[in-house]
């Protein structure tokens, strides 16, 4: 069973960082790429970011050089480093591997 447990989430002010991690078991996380997607209030599913199994990344345009995909494979986790965080970035965040996704971690970013 494919299981995404994100954690890291919290309340930070605008220009503040956070890094989330998303453990993962159930499936061969090193041979698979990883993604981040949120979901801001009353809006859709919206990626965020991949990286691939052997590390290449790729971003949205909204989050490009502020966030950073990585993974550690002898951990099987998935992180995502958030910095200079804006309020448009407030969403749950979750990571997904094919169709599954996590519970999801919340970011909110307000003063």
């Known amino acids: 069973e494919v299981r995404l447990m994100e954690s890291g989430g919290g309340l930070v002010q605008p220009g503040g960082s956070l890094r989330l991690s998303c453990a993962a078991s159930?499936?061969?996380?090193?041979?698979?790429?990883m993604s981040w997607v949120r979901q801001a209030p009353g809006k859709g599913i919206e990626w965020v970011s991949t990286?691939?199994?052997?590390?290449?990344?790729d971003y949205a345009d909204s989050v490009k050089d502020r966030f950073t995909i990585s993974r550690d494979n002898a951990k099987n986790t998935l992180y995502l480093r958030m910095n200079s965080l804006k309020p448009e970035d407030t969403a749950v965040y979750y990571c997904?591997?094919?169709?599954?996704r996590g519970q999801g971690t919340q970011v909110t970013v307000s003063s």
């Open positions: 159930g499936f061969s996380f090193s041979r698979n790429a």
């Open positions: 990286i691939s199994s052997g590390g290449s990344t």
């Open positions: 997904r591997f094919g169709i599954t």
